[in-house]
Structures are given as structure tokens and as C-alpha cells.
């Protein structure tokens, strides 16, 4: 989605590992994943809810307080907006286990009628303490990685002891459900909440943007790319 805006305003972008990168254009954006630079910059911080371990709260607050501590000129563009979805009634007595690949999902999920000592697999640390937050008692909790969660899950649940429940966001970048499926677990997938492109951008913001190109753009989701 970045791109798309980066487009439309008429900003040149390219995507670089920053591995490979010993200087840049300050008008060329240039994407990275994660990274502190020491050396003073004018850096436009773009971020929504997470696919790494950090919560959307953090994203927004801490990271920016990183980056200005280090005498870095900060500025935060959301690019998506994280929207309810409603949901078949489900009765979570037929399930064995929970899963939840974002805090999202646990936030969005009617809770009123699930037992909080059912065993729930978290993709990573923001998740789980979302999940611990809400009441969910035996949490257990990968990396941060989907494919870390699978095995995480093929090693501590016996797919001859019941189904399994997977609550997520629309969109997904691994299809756990599928894979799990190919192992011979029974699983469902349910779909809570989605994540929309936010077009309501601040035009003051945008044009002052124009005038005063970021050096680097941090970008922290396949989605907001």
C-alpha cells in the first residue's frame, strides 16, 4: 500500500536490503525492515499492526522515542486501519486449543463464552501478552513467525486429542490452517477483524512530505508495503 501512495503523490521509491546500502538519495525512498542509524536523518516512520513481535502501541510510541533519542527527526504516517469483522457463532467447547497468529485477533474476538483454561498458541510475545491480558491462562508462545508457530504446535498438541480453532486477521502471509491440515490436525479458521488501506491521509502532511523528503522509510508489514 505505500507504494500505491508513494505513487499517487508522485514520490520515486525502491526497496533495498540494508545490507547493501552505503549511501542514498535523500529524494529516493528508500524501505527498510528494522534498524537504528546513529547518523542524523530526516526519517518518516511508517507503521501499522504488526507481523513482528512488537505491539502496534510500541511501533507508534517507543520506536519513535528510539529514533528522536538519537537526534533523528521522526514523523509517523498510519496506513491501514484495522476494522471488525463479524463471525459464525461458535461453540469453543469443541475445540482443544486456540490459535492466534496477532494481537487483533485477540482483541476483536468475543470472549464471553470461551473457557480461559483452554490451551492457546500465540505466534509471539505481544500476542501471548494480549492473550494472558484478556484471562487466557495456559499460553504458549513462539518467535514471532508463523512457521515457528506450526512446529511449535506439532510438537506440544496431539492431533488425536480434539480440533483446533484458528482466529486471524483477512489477510495472512502463511496459511496455517492449510498446513496444519496437511499434517492431519482438524482445524478451523475463523476471520475477526481485517486491514484496510487508510485514504484519509493529512494533506498538510503530505505536502510538507513533498518539501522535506525522508531519507529512510521504515516500513514494518507486508500489507503496508
Same mark, same amino acid.
Given at each position: 500500500?505505500?507504494?500505491?501512495?508513494?505513487?499517487?503523490?508522485?514520490?520515486?521509491?525502491?526497496?533495498?536490503?540494508?545490507?547493501?546500502?552505503?549511501?542514498?538519495?535523500?529524494?529516493?525512498?528508500?524501505?527498510?525492515?528494522?534498524?537504528?542509524?546513529?547518523?542524523?536523518?530526516?526519517?518518516?516512520?511508517?507503521?501499522?499492526?504488526?507481523?513482528?513481535?512488537?505491539?502496534?502501541?510500541?511501533?507508534?510510541?517507543?520506536?519513535?522515542?528510539?529514533?528522536?533519542?538519537?537526534?533523528?527527526?521522526?514523523?509517523?504516517?498510519?496506513?491501514?486501519?484495522?476494522?471488525?469483522?463479524?463471525?459464525?457463532? %461458535?461453540?469453543?467447547?469443541?475445540? &482443544?486449543? !486456540? #490459535?492466534?497468529? @496477532? =494481537? *487483533?485477533?485477540?482483541?476483536?474476538?468475543?470472549?464471553?463464552?470461551?473457557?480461559?483454561?483452554?490451551?492457546?498458541?500465540?505466534?509471539?510475545?505481544?500476542?501471548?501478552?494480549?492473550?494472558?491480558?484478556?484471562?487466557?491462562?495456559?499460553?504458549?508462545?513462539?518467535?514471532?513467525?508463523?512457521?515457528?508457530?506450526?512446529?511449535?504446535?506439532?510438537?506440544?498438541?496431539?492431533?488425536?486429542?480434539?480440533?483446533?480453532?484458528?482466529?486471524?486477521?483477512?489477510?495472512?502471509?502463511?496459511?496455517?490452517?492449510?498446513?496444519?491440515? %496437511?499434517?492431519?490436525?482438524?482445524? &478451523?479458521? !475463523? #476471520?475477526?477483524? @481485517? =486491514? *484496510?488501506?487508510?485514504?484519509?491521509?493529512?494533506?498538510?502532511?503530505?505536502?510538507?512530505?513533498?518539501?522535506?523528503?525522508?531519507?529512510?522509510?521504515?516500513?514494518?508489514?507486508?500489507?503496508?508495503?
Amino acid at each position: 500500500f505505500l507504494s500505491k501512495f508513494c505513487k499517487i503523490n508522485s514520490f520515486r521509491f525502491s526497496t533495498l536490503p540494508l545490507a547493501d546500502i552505503t549511501f542514498w538519495n535523500p529524494k529516493l525512498l528508500v524501505f527498510f525492515s528494522v534498524a537504528f542509524p546513529t547518523q542524523k536523518q530526516n526519517i518518516l516512520l511508517s507503521i501499522f499492526f504488526v507481523s513482528s513481535n512488537l505491539t502496534a502501541l510500541a511501533l507508534v510510541k517507543i520506536i519513535p522515542l528510539k529514533f528522536k533519542s538519537l537526534g533523528h527527526q521522526v514523523s509517523h504516517l498510519p496506513l491501514l486501519i484495522i476494522e471488525k469483522i463479524e463471525y459464525e457463532q %461458535i461453540n469453543f467447547s469443541d475445540y &482443544k486449543a !486456540i #490459535i492466534f497468529t @496477532s =494481537a *487483533n485477533a485477540v482483541k476483536f474476538l468475543d470472549l464471553k463464552s470461551i473457557n480461559k483454561s483452554l490451551l492457546c498458541f500465540c505466534v509471539g510475545d505481544a500476542t501471548e501478552k494480549k492473550a494472558r491480558s484478556v484471562g487466557f491462562q495456559n499460553v504458549i508462545a513462539a518467535g514471532g513467525n508463523v512457521e515457528n508457530l506450526k512446529e511449535l504446535i506439532l510438537q506440544n498438541f496431539d492431533k488425536k486429542k480434539g480440533n483446533l480453532i484458528y482466529v486471524s486477521g483477512k489477510t495472512i502471509s502463511f496459511n496455517l490452517d492449510q498446513q496444519l491440515e %496437511i499434517e492431519g490436525y482438524k482445524i &478451523k479458521r !475463523i #476471520i475477526n477483524y @481485517s =486491514a *484496510n488501506d487508510n485514504n484519509n491521509f493529512n494533506e498538510r502532511f503530505v505536502d510538507e512530505l513533498k518539501v522535506k523528503m525522508p531519507n529512510i522509510v521504515y516500513v514494518y508489514s507486508q500489507n503496508s508495503a
